[in-house]
């Protein structure tokens, strides 16, 4: 007999079921002398606490009732929050927001987006409201995981790709770790100097804790005094033009491909502040949310050691809210 289970109740057919009735309705059955209000003292499940979604804890209250759900709030953290599967104010579920977010990421754009959750789902939302998503959850995103630090080799590669805003030529820059595929930083710069090629591995170092005993780099000339000024004689530059000549792993044209398609991401923005918040976010999904083949199907993040608290999009807004 199960913790469920009574003398006068059970979930399995009794050897004497003439003995008993089958309440359908339930599941269960009662011997037949049983008052039926014997049920509401027995509890076949319990019911599970109301708990915060950001801190867990179930000391809350109720909050009012907005568009017919009833809202609550946590008594120790002061988050307020809904049973319903969506953020707070929202209508669309979690699942769509995060699956849309993990969608530009990989290259779709917020019109494409939008249809399809009008479509599949039956969720006409707009391309503003799928915009509105992206810079808050990336700006909560890059707050919530950026900070963590990975635990990467001594080799890191640099590269630098050209790209456009409102017909003004930028580029961007970027550091990852050899080994775990890490992406240490990304810059965005209107200028191809030694000021944004220190600038940049400043940003990498901080964010290792660390110097590369080697840097890999392009021809580019500016590498030459910004390692030098950030590292010293410390850190060994090598460059090659082109990088297959240093780089017989292909680890730099891999990387290039997806240089590429973060570009695609980056096509529909016109000011530089809200594409600097995008490459962020771009750098969060390519390092926690984007399995690698190379690294046997893990993430960056996990390669490098990292116990990240959310491992895709929709477990973000889940828990940010």
């Known amino acids: 007999m199960t913790q469920d289970e ?3 109740i059970t979930t399995k057919e009794p050897s004497d079921p003439e003995n008993w009735r089958k309440l359908e ?6 011997k037949k002398e049983t008052d039926v209000a014997h049920l509401a003292d027995h509890q076949f499940t319990k019911p599970e606490a109301i708990k915060c979604p950001r801190c867990g804890s179930v000391d809350v209250d109720k909050y009012g009732i907005r568009e017919g759900v009833q809202e609550y709030i946590c008594l120790k953290c002061k988050r307020k929050f809904h049973n319903k599967d969506a953020p707070l104010g929202m209508r669309t579920p979690v699942e769509q927001i995060g699956a849309s977010l993990n969608m ?4 779709s754009s917020l019109t494409d987006i939008a249809n399809h959750l009008s479509q599949v789902y039956k969720n006409p ?3 503003s409201t799928v915009y509105a998503w992206l810079i808050k959850y ?3 995103a890059v707050k919530l995981l ?3 630090k990975p635990k990467v080799g001594d080799t890191w590669i640099a590269d630098e790709t050209a790209i456009k805003f409102n017909d003004v030529l930028y580029w961007i820059w970027d550091v990852i770790d050899r080994d775990t595929r890490f992406l240490l930083a990304s810059y965005l710069s209107p200028n191809r100097g030694t000021r944004e090629a220190r600038k940049l591995m400043e940003m990498a170092s901080e964010h290792a804790g660390t110097a590369p005993e080697k840097v890999l780099t392009d021809s580019l000339r500016a590498y030459l005094d910004g390692i030098e000024l950030t590292f010293g004689a410390d850190t060994k530059h090598i460059q090659s033009s082109p990088f297959s000549k240093i780089d017989s792993t292909n680890i730099i044209e891999r990387f290039q491909a997806t240089i590429k398609e973060r570009t695609k991401v ?3 923005f016109k000011t530089v502040p809200s594409a600097r918040l995008i490459l962020d976010g771009f750098g969060v999904h390519y390092n926690f949310f984007r399995p690698h083949l190379a690294l046997n199907n893990r993430t960056p993040a996990e390669e490098a050691g990292i116990k990240s608290p959310v491992t895709n999009w929709i477990e973000l807004v889940r828990k940010v809210g």
């Open 125 to 127: 939302v707009s391309r």
């Open 104 to 107: 530009y990421y990989t290259g």
């Open 138 to 140: 990336s700006e909560q």
């Open 146 to 148: 950026q900070p963590l």
């Open 6 to 8: 009574s003398p006068n």
């Open 25 to 30: 309705h339930l599941g269960v059955w009662i």
């Open 266 to 268: 980056l096509w529909g």
